[in-house]
């Protein structure tokens, strides 16, 4: 309930709560939150200040009446998602609205507005994620129409500009990230990327096309210790599965190989034999990663190795 009359869905709602203290709602006997209407009004002058550009840190403090002046301000200013984008219009649909209506370079902004309101793990979780999601559904599906495009070539601005927020240390161990095929599967890749690089991983995304059989020798020019490959928008050929598992064989075993998306898992078993490991949903990456990470690189994240 408060998560629809705020327009803020539950898990950056649950985020807001308790990083930033946003709202406090006091609690039934049942344990079950109990909002305000005091509560949902801060909450909506807060998801307003945050689309404007305004970050968490700058508002969650301020009373509501300050809320109420800034949104105000920031609304004679131009800023702020267009007011028939806001509300109760799921994210997703309104993501792909606003591409149709107002274009790449609307969207563009509005997400990277979402991304610095939702934080380090709602951008992924509550944000490109579900998009992302839609998008491969449309393009696998043969139905995308013009504005898709236009939502999935935002989408790889904003985690351009994501992979620049958040730059990896120095030293970090490289993971190198391809897709298979078409722009989507580059997408998703670059996605997983940027999810890597939040773990501690340096990620860096290889452009589309690379032949399978070089991607071995790639990883040892850049003394790699992942490599990711995504097939989102088609399962692999025969041949592209053997060649996986060559480039496997050729890899030394400090190097995890990882193969990810819709087209991967159809052959689950075939991988587990190869010694590849397998993920399904993008998102599902992030465990995956880190697994690999830490299994390898555990000290260094508290500066023992790799300073």
């Known amino acids: 309930m408060a998560a629809s009359r705020s327009g803020i869905s539950p898990g950056v709602l649950r985020s807001w709560e308790r990083r ?19 509560d949902i009004h801060r909450l909506a002058l807060v998801r307003r200040a945050t689309s404007a ?52 370079v609307a969207l563009a902004a509005a997400l990277k507005r ?19 999601k839609v998008l491969a559904d449309r393009l696998v599906e043969g139905e995308a129409e013009a504005h898709h495009f236009l939502a999935l070539s935002a989408v790889e601005g904003l985690l351009s500009w994501l992979r620049q927020a958040f ?78 598992i060559d480039v496997r064989k050729r890899l030394p075993s400090r190097v995890d190989l990882v193969v990810g998306g819709r087209g991967a898992v159809r052959l689950g078993d075939a991988w587990k034999v190869a010694g590849i490991s397998l993920f399904e949903h993008a998102t599902d990456f992030t465990s995956v990663g880190r697994e690999s ?3 390898r690189f555990g000290p260094w994240i508290y500066g023992e190795v790799g300073r």
């Open 53 to 104: 550009g305004r970050t968490l840190a700058e508002v969650c403090a301020l009373s509501s009446e300050e809320l109420t002046t800034i949104v105000q301000e920031d609304r004679e200013a131009g800023l702020g998602a267009p007011a028939q984008y806001a509300n109760t219009t799921p994210p997703v649909e309104r993501w792909l609205r606003m591409a149709d209506e107002e274009g790449e």
């Open 293 to 295: 990470f830490l299994r």
């Open 114 to 132: 979402g991304a610095m309101a939702a934080g380090l793990r709602g951008w992924s979780e509550e944000l490109v994620g579900p998009l992302l």
């Open 167 to 244: 730059p990896a240390r120095r030293g970090a161990p490289v993971a190198l990230f391809a897709g298979k095929d078409q722009s989507v599967d580059h997408t998703v890749a670059s996605f997983t990327a940027v999810l890597a690089q939040q773990i501690g991983w340096d990620a860096r995304v290889l452009g589309p096309g690379l032949p399978i059989g070089e991607l071995d020798e790639l990883c040892r020019r850049v003394d790699g210790h992942l490599l990711v490959v995504v097939a989102e928008s088609g399962s692999f050929q025969g041949s592209e599965v053997a060649g996986l």
């Open 20 to 38: 930033y203290g946003v709202v406090s709602p006091v609690r039934a006997s049942n344990g079950r939150r109990l909002y305000s209407d005091e």
